[in-house]
Antibody, heavy 131, light 110 residues
Framework: QVQLQESGPGLVKPSETLSLICSVS??????????WGWIRQSPGQGLEWIGR???????HYNPSLKSRVTLSADTSKNQLSLKLGSVTAADTAVYYC???????????????????????WGTGTTVTVSS | QSVLTQPPSVSAAPGQMVTISCSGT????????VSWYQQVPRTAPKLLIY???KRPSGIPDRVSGSKSGTSVTLGITGLQTGDEANYYC???????????FGSGTNLTVL
């Protein structure tokens, strides 16, 4: 049974860097079938995709957060890392770690059709940005 | 403002059927595969449907997904009080180069 567990400080000061770790058990992050991603949910709000990382280090980021976020994978520890810089109160949220299976199809005309979805979720960790 | 449009709320009686719509564009739903997630308050979301209409192991067949053009629909039959939750659609947006979620729909089982 695959389990994801987020950990990190629950309180971060404005302008500082938010750092979280996701520990993965029951699966290896070096699997070629999955990306590993992060999603957040602000209080009373919907879900926001932050980004994903492949075990090789390849990343995709939400354009709205790209300038401030860094995702990485530590294959020796089977862990993922999220760093979000220059945080403000708007970054207060529950942060979830997820596993993302993926594939793509070639469409007529040469475009590609993508399948990404989140099949395993961590329990989430609450991060509050406040002085 | 979410890229994918969902109704804020839906309701139905126990035992009845409900559908939840999710509308997008040719760069997201029209081109890519869609998934649906159920989130009971104060818990992590759970995958209900992936690749438009596939159910993960453990999801009952009273839950279904369908796609037509730039819209998708989640259907739940035989409603139970345990189905009360928020439901989100999600997919890749090839123009934004980002995964996008709908704004969520709150299901009430009356």
């Amino acid at each position: 049974q695959v389990q994801l567990q987020e950990s990190g400080p629950g309180l971060v000061k404005p302008s500082e860097t938010l750092s979280l770790i996701c520990s993965v058990s029951g699966d290896s992050i070096t699997s070629s079938f999955y990306y590993w991603g992060w999603i957040r949910q602000s209080p009373g709000q919907g879900l926001e995709w932050i980004g994903r990382v492949f075990y090789t280090g390849s990343t995709h980021y939400n354009p709205s957060l790209k300038s401030r976020v860094t995702l990485s994978a530590d294959t020796s520890k089977n862990q993922l890392s999220l760093k979000l810089g220059s945080v403000t109160a708007a970054d207060t949220a529950v942060y979830y770690c997820v596993r993302e299976p993926f594939f793509d199809d070639l469409l007529p005309g040469g475009d590609r059709s993508y399948s990404y979805y989140m099949d395993v979720w961590g329990t989430g960790t609450t991060v509050t940005v406040s002085s | 403002q979410s890229v994918l449009t969902q109704p804020p709320s839906v309701s139905a009686a126990p035992g009845q059927m409900v559908t939840i719509s999710c509308s997008g564009t040719s760069s997201n739903i029209g081109r890519n595969y869609v998934s649906w997630y159920q989130q009971v308050p104060r818990t992590a979301p759970k995958l209900l449907i992936y690749d438009n209409n596939k159910r993960p192991s453990g999801i009952p067949d009273r839950v279904s997904g369908s796609k037509s053009g730039t819209s998708v629909t989640l259907g739940i039959t035989g409603l139970q009080t345990g189905d009360e939750a928020n439901y989100y659609c999600g997919t890749w947006d090839s123009s934004l180069n980002s995964y996008v979620f709908g704004s969520g729909t709150n299901l009430t089982v009356l």
